[in-house]
């Protein structure tokens, strides 16, 4: 069983911390929030302890594993305050806001020899890890084209929150729907050469739609749109020069491949949250990579980076 500590109880942090109640892998046993009395009922539920000094968990032995739920200008400063005090770091993306950032967060891990992984639970979903399989497989043939689209009607929750504030979303909700998909890009088509973008925000408030042409390293295309006020969506589609896969949800794929009807799987739920807890929790336990590496990580930033200049131009 892995110890771990949890930076911010938010709404996020929260979900993290539910995730993983049962688990028999890894067990929240403190949390640092800037106002614990705000804090004492739920942290009493998870039978938390609940403190303002980071020091009380980053001193505290028995802690393993460092996970941050707190807004993005803060990761940095976390991730490195937690390595150096031997912690394994499990961070909720985006890790950084911009690539230099995130290779200081990678350095700073590696100098210390800490694991370090960022919260991209889309990638576990069935559909995706079934879309990954068939893409790695080379059965599509040469990689031409993806497009993804990612809603999920969630903006209301926000219209107070840090996540309001322009220095903390910079290509506007690139940060909470759009990096999934960025992400999903560099996992499954490589390294991102230029984007170009178009951003429109609504009634001066924080619903908004972003649409990007993306050019792949590989010579590859993509699409991305994340018209977030709309209801729940999602949908990764991935265009080879023999056939096409698309996730649909995270339960379902279908797949169509040249002169074949097309082929619908529907896959059992998982708790991807939990998923990806428990694998970075086993990759300490084991002394193994997690299952996103650095690169990949700062493939990602990368990618997440030139999206934002180009909405924000």
Request: hydrophobic share 45%; charged share 20%; with cysteine.
């Amino acid at each position: 069983m892995v110890n771990a500590a949890i930076f911010g109880l938010g709404r996020w942090g929260r979900n993290l911390v539910n995730a993983v109640e049962h688990s028999d892998v890894v067990r929240f046993q403190k949390a640092v929030v800037t106002n614990p009395q705000k804090h004492l009922d739920f942290a009493q539920e998870k039978q938390l302890v609940v403190t303002a000094d980071p020091n009380e968990v980053l001193l505290d032995p028995s802690i393993q594993m460092i996970v941050l739920a707190t807004p993005h200008l803060l990761h940095l400063p976390q991730i490195t305050a937690a390595a150096k005090a031997g912690k394994a770091v499990f961070c909720e993306k985006p890790l950084a806001l911009n690539l230099e950032e995130a290779q200081r967060a990678v350095a700073v891990c590696q100098e210390h020899q800490v694991l370090l992984g960022v919260g991209h639970d889309k990638r576990f979903w069935p559909s995706m890890q079934h879309v990954q399989q068939v893409v790695r497989s080379g059965e599509l043939g040469k990689l031409i084209h993806i497009e993804g689209n990612f809603t999920n009607e969630n903006l209301k929750n926000f219209q107070t929150s840090w996540r309001d504030l322009p220095e903390n979303v910079p290509g506007g909700n690139l940060t909470a729907t759009g990096i999934h998909i960025v992400d999903a890009f560099t996992n499954l088509m490589g390294p991102i050469k230029s984007v170009e973008g178009i951003y429109r925000q609504m009634d001066g408030g924080t619903m908004d739609t972003l649409a990007l042409l993306v050019d792949f390293a590989s010579g590859a295309t993509g699409l991305l749109s994340s018209p977030r006020p709309s209801p729940v969506f999602w949908r990764v589609h991935v265009f080879g020069q023999h056939g096409n896969i698309e996730s649909r949800g995270p339960l379902q794929s279908i797949q169509s491949m040249s002169g074949k009807e097309a082929v619908v799987k529907e896959f059992a739920p998982i708790n991807a949250l939990q998923f990806q807890l428990e694998a970075f929790a086993r990759a300490i336990e084991e002394k193994t990579d997690y299952l996103i590496s650095p690169q990949e990580i700062l493939n990602t930033v990368a990618a997440f980076e030139a999206s934002t200049k180009a909405v924000d131009s």
